[in-house]
Structures are given as C-alpha cells and as structure tokens.
C-alpha cells in the first residue's frame, strides 16, 4: 500500500543498443540529452565492481531505508565544527536522486533529497536501485553508466572487467575531472594501486589477485562503440524509437567479411558508371538475417552511401518469374520437360517483348525459366490467375505489391512492381526450405510464423532448374564461377538498365544481391548476369573455406517422381513418340493427358491435298501419313518467320462437306482497343491465325468485303474514323468479328 501511496517515477533515458548473435554491440546512440548513457542488467556487470561501488560509497546499502542517520549525524557534526564540508552522507540512493533531479548543494534541497531516497526505497528493490545507480554514474565528459564506460574507455564488456580495470572505473565518478581519461598513466595507476589495497583489506579480493591487479598495466582510451551496421541500426531506431535493445542474428564475422567484398567489388563496377551496391543474407536453417550491407559505404556522401538498398524499393525485373513456375507445377499446368510457346502474344491490351526481341518458338519449361522469357512467363500467369499470383507475394510479405494490389496485373511478373532486396531475399529463402516462407526479420526472434508458398515438390523442381549451369545469365567471365557452392540462383534486370538484381540460395544460406544506382540513373552496363552475378559468387564462395566447398545433394520429396515423356511435347508419350525423355511429375497434380504432336491424314498419293472422312476415296486412292500438329499460334509464328514446316496438304477442293475446326483467331488488331491514327492514309495490319486445314482467308470491315489472301499473308486496309467492324472467315466457312475505335 505504501508503495503506491508513496511511488517515485524516475525520469530517465538511455541510448539504443543494437547486438550482434553473440551479443556484442554493433551499434549504439546517444539518449536524448545527447549522453552516452547505455542500459545494462546487474548480472552484466562485474561482481568485484558491484562490491568495489557499495564498499566505496555505501557500506550499509543493504541495510538502511535509503538514508544513513550515522553517516549523516557524523557529516553534520563535522560540518559544524570545522565550518566547512568535510565528509560526505549520501547514501546510493541519495545519489541516484541527485543524479535524475540535479539541484543546487543546500541544506533544504538535501531535505527533499532524503525524503525522495525514501520514496525511491519503497518503491524500488535494492538491487533495482543499485542498477539506476551503475546506469546513472557520471565518468567524465557525456560518459554515464558503467556499461558507456567499459565499452568507451576499455572496450569491453562490464562483464569482463579484471579487478584492476574494475578498481580504475569505480573511483572515477567521484573525481570524473581530476582522473579523466587525459590524466597521466602515472597518476591513474597511483590512485588505482591505493584503491586495490583498500580493497584488499576491505576483504574482496585475495592476496594473489592483488599482486596480479598492481602490476597490470593501464589501458585507458577512448574509442568509438562500434557501428557494425549502420544501415540495420538506423532503420532499428527510425521503426522502434523507444525500444533500448535490439537484439539481432547478425554474425559480425559474416557480415564483415561481406561488407569487405561489397565495398572492394563496387570500386571495379564504379568504372561503368555504376556507383551502388547492397546484399543480404540468411540462414535458411534458423530463419534469420546474418547479413545486412545497405550499401557499398555508409561514409560514402558522394555516391549516397547513407541509403539502405536493402529496404529501397526497386523494380525486380524478372526475379519473380520462379513463383509463377512453382504455381504453374502445383496447378497442373506444366512440368519441367514439357514444351511452352514463346510466339508474339497479346494479352488484352498488353503486348511483352523478351529481352531481345527475339522469340523462340517452342521449348521446356525448363529451357524458359533458365532463359528468363517474358512471353511463357505471362502466358503462365495469366493462366495460374494475376489474383492467385499476386496473393502469393502478399502472403510474401511484399509490402508495396501488397499496397498496390488492385492495380498491379500481369507485368507484375516481369517487373512491373515494387519490391525490395530483403523481400526477394525472403521469397527465396521459401523456395530453399521446401517452399515455406517464414516472416523473417533483422531481429532475432524464436517464434516465426509459417505459410506454404508453393509446394515441395514444386520448390525441389525450381531449385533443379535454377541449378542449371547452362544458361545465358551465367556471367561470361569464368573467373567469376570457380570454387562457388551448387547454388540455385535467378538474374534480374529492370526496365532501362537501373537495377541488376542475383538471387542464389542452397540449403544453408541464401544470398541476394542488388547493384545500380540510387540516383535511379540507368546504365548500358547493368545486367543481373554480368554485375549482379558475379558479386553474388563472391559471397557464396566467401561463405565457405577454399577447401570445404560443398556440392550438397538435395533429398527428392516422397510425393515426386519420374516419368517418361515425350521428348518433343514433354507430355505422356503416345504410340507415334518414338523418342522419350524423363521429367517430374506430381502424381493426381500434374496433367495426365496424351502427346498429340502428331496427327494422321489421309492424303492424296501424290500428296498434293488431304481427304477428311466424308471425302474419302472409297477406291482406295489414298495414303496415311502423319504430319506434325502444331498448336495455331506456332503454325502462324513458323510462317511469319518463314521457317520451312512440314504441312499437311490443303483439303480436297472437290469436298463439299463444312469441315468442323476452330474459326479465325483475329491477332491484330486488337478487339475493343481503341486506335489512333495522325494520317489519313494511315493503315492497320489484319493479322488471323487460322486451322490447319485453311488455306485462304477473307477480310470484311463493316460487312463490306476487302479482300481475299493466302493465310499466310498480311492485309492492310485504311480505317475509317469511329467503330470500325472487321470480319474474318476461312475457306471453310467459319468465322470471327471484332470492334475497334478509331481517332
């Protein structure tokens, strides 16, 4: 009761602390009256410390209810009779008042001195009160607190302190300007001896440690606290202004080591014009950062040093593309051997380009993610769905993608977003522990929470095809890929050259990597596979001894398997597939359907034109034989491109019969779109992709007839201001319309 009558709130502040994994600090401010004040728990301190302050300045500490009667009758006795202060009655917790409530030395403000030491008392335990004191204990100049101290003028933990360093400290704050650091060694080491004896005869210490503590010698210098990480620590204060300790997963070793190899490569780049470098990295088997590199140099001012690339957000070029592989699998829709098209696409209104403006026809799925195509990317989100894609990375814990959810679409996946190195680090992470993504943070946590991304049997599929050595972002230079571990690993690019992007991982660490300029400039130079890459082989390698580079081999899920298929689908073969090859497949998930890259025809013996079933000859003047079965659009890409296919025979002419199949598909223009046109002899092209079976096609605009061409042909026709109707139709009678606007 009478603590809550009585209670005294001590108004005090500390700076903030931030700790490495093995407890070292790695950064640290001043508190708010700009002191180096630090907070420190009694069982950090030294023993012998805590001893040397009660014996020094409070025998009775235990003892007394925060004011000795004895030592303050026997203060004024001698006050009295010499006329002038001689001895001192401040018990610590006197003290401890004086040090939160500085007032002027008078009888009436010791009054309130005693009566708040008796407040403090009963509101506080002995040994919290003996923390307020070594936390609030002046040393000289803005120093406060034995743990500013130690760290300040020894450089050590308060923990550590031998008797002679621990003697040194406790007899300063009584004279923090006479044995200020500046002092001589000579002096500081007479008045410490005289102390160790007291000490001794006081009982603390035995007769060795006393031998041993006079002759050590004095080590006393100021030097900064260390500041590790400077980018991490400023974000700690800037997101957690009243929070004292952080404690984090940083390995100083790790994270040195990095640091080093970031700075060193960021001078060679700097010749290209690229000035900025960051990356990250964690541990895939504790879920926690052990590296934080914001930049190339936080002391760099010229080239903005002091900006975290870690948390800048950025385009992510094509470092995406793997989430959309890994749900495609899970969905069914693909494996890794099976055959995707890269053909000129239209997706409503959007129209990607691959990097090269080149396009490749058909090829695996695994040959498209290692190549790192635009076109099968989108094809394959738009299949999986934009939403169920874009909740992939919410769940991601992508904060901007999350912000910006509904207005974001298919270029998400190549780029047409925000993210940060630390999240893409993160989504990596998921696909290295069998695609459980884990909220992982720069401070150290024990619990995380957990979500499944993608499977994993899709994450051992991504991390097989990522793997690949084969591919075109592995950097030229193959100086840049000796002694590096087995790593998975994905490039990126933005849109102009601003950011080059690498990714890597392997089961124990994934490694992200940024390079480019935080001034947003772009530069010819910067590519995810020649900058990115090779800065990210450079931390992996360092990750491990020359000698202990390991090749891991990774443990297949017990839900994945191996099959046959064929080798120019990369579907279940069929009995025309006689070549086979295998590839992995999640059994009741992946497609089960039968290779149909073949078909048979019945054609003419001169094969000069086909017969469908109604036309068929009942004399026997036919032949069977099988003709490639491409899907429409590839049909249409081989013939714009030119490239010599093998095609089945236009059909019998004489038929009558209305031949069944699918009718014009109009590519260009685009329905619905609106077009604009500055020229009045200005022209649209009329592009369709037709069946097989057609060989001429017919153009309509407003249902008046425009002309007829082969199907392999181009029309042109100039539009007319305002809704313009184009109608399509094949030889066979089947057709398409769609509507345009035109200004």
């Not at 088997?285 to 950025?314: L, M, N, P």
Request: overall charge positive.
């Amino acid at each position: 009761m009478i603590k809550f009558l009585f209670p005294y709130n001590p108004k005090t502040t500390y700076g903030q602390i931030v700790l490495s994994s093995e407890k070292n600090i790695i950064g640290a401010t001043l508190n708010s009256t700009d002191k180096w004040r630090l907070h420190i728990e009694n069982d950090s301190i030294s023993n012998f410390f805590k001893q040397a302050i009660i014996e020094k300045e409070d025998q009775w500490f235990y003892y007394h209810c925060g004011v000795d009667p004895f030592a303050i009758g026997r203060a004024f006795f001698d006050n009295i009779t010499t006329g002038k202060r001689t001895s001192g009655a401040s018990t610590i917790s006197m003290q401890v008042i004086r040090l939160l409530e500085p007032n002027e030395r008078t009888y009436w403000n010791k009054l309130i001195e005693i009566f708040k030491a008796i407040q403090l008392e009963i509101t506080f335990s002995k040994e919290e009160i003996l923390n307020l004191y070594l936390n609030l204990i002046p040393f000289g100049g803005n120093v406060e607190g034995i743990y500013s101290a130690s760290l300040l003028y020894l450089q050590k933990k308060p923990i550590l302190l031998s008797p002679a360093e621990a003697t040194l400290l406790s007899i300063i704050p009584n004279r923090p300007t006479s044995l200020a650091i500046n002092s001589s060694k000579t002096q500081l080491k007479k008045e410490r001896n005289r102390w160790l004896k007291k000490y001794y005869e006081m009982g603390l210490f035995n007769e060795n440690t006393l031998n041993t503590a006079l002759t050590e010698p004095i080590y006393f210098q100021r030097k900064n606290i260390n500041n590790l990480t400077p980018h991490l620590n400023q974000r700690l204060y800037n997101e957690h202004p009243l929070q004292l300790t952080f404690p984090t997963s940083i390995n100083e070793k790790i994270q040195i080591r990095s640091q080093k190899i970031v700075k060193n490569y960021s001078r060679v780049i700097q010749s290209y014009g690229i000035q900025n470098a960051a990356a990250v990295i964690i541990d895939n088997k504790s879920h926690q950062i052990i590296a934080y590199i914001g930049s190339q140099d936080f002391e760099d001012d010229q080239y903005s040093g002091q900006v975290d690339g870690v948390k800048a957000v950025r385009s992510p070029g094509s470092t995406l593309k793997p989430l959309a592989y890994g749900m495609g699998f899970d969905k069914g829709l693909i494996t890794p051997q099976q055959m995707i098209l890269d053909v000129p696409s239209d997706f409503g209104t959007y129209s990607p380009m691959n990097y090269d403006q080149k396009f490749r026809g058909s090829l695996t799925v695994k040959e498209a993610l290692t190549q790192s195509l635009n076109i099968p990317a989108v094809a394959l989100v738009e299949k999986v769905g934009v939403h169920d894609f874009i909740q992939k990375l919410t769940l991601a814990e992508f904060s901007t993608i999350q912000s910006q959810q509904k207005r974001l679409g298919l270029s998400t996946v190549l780029g047409g977003c925000g993210v940060t190195l630390e999240e893409l680090a993160k989504l990596y992470s998921a696909f290295a522990n069998q695609g459980i993504y884990y909220s992982i943070s720069p401070v150290y946590q024990t619990n995380q929470n957990e979500t499944e991304i993608i499977s994993k049997e899709s994450a051992f599929m991504i991390r097989e095809i990522l793997s690949t050595l084969k591919r075109p972002d592995l950097p030229n230079n193959p100086q840049n890929s000796i002694n590096v571990p087995k790593i998975a690993w994905k490039t990126g690019t933005s849109y102009g050259r601003k950011d080059a992007w690498s990714i890597g991982y392997n089961s124990k660490y994934t490694v992200g990597v940024w390079c480019g300029n935080f001034s947003n400039e772009g530069v010819q130079e910067l590519t995810g596979a020649e900058i990115a890459t090779p800065l990210l082989f450079r931390i992996f390698r360092s990750l491990y001894s020359s000698n202990n580079v390991q090749q891991e081999e990774v443990e297949v899920p017990d839900n994945l398997f191996k099959r046959n298929v064929c080798a120019v689908s990369g579907i279940i073969p069929n009995t025309f597939c006689d070549h086979q090859v295998e590839d992995w497949y999640i059994p009741l998930v992946s497609s089960s359907k039968k290779c149909t890259h073949k078909k048979i025809v019945f054609v003419h013996p001169d094969e000069k034109f086909s017969y469908c079933s109604e036309c068929l000859p009942h004399n026997g003047g036919y032949i069977k034989k099988s003709y490639p079965n491409p899907p429409e659009t590839l049909t249409q890409y081989y013939i714009d491109e030119k490239i010599p296919f093998p095609f089945a025979p236009p059909h019998n002419p004489a038929c009558q019969s209305l031949i069944s199949g699918n009718p014009p598909e109009i590519v260009s223009p685009i329905d619905g779109r609106t077009y604009y046109v500055s020229q009045s002899n200005a022209e649209l092209e009329l592009k369709a992709i037709t069946s097989n079976d057609v060989d001429y096609v017919f153009w309509y605009i407003n249902d008046k007839f425009k002309g007829k061409i082969n199907k392999r042909e181009t029309f042109f026709y100039k539009p007319s201001p305002g809704k313009n109707k184009i109608s399509c139709s094949d030889d066979k009678g089947r057709n398409t319309d769609i509507s345009i606007f035109v200004k």
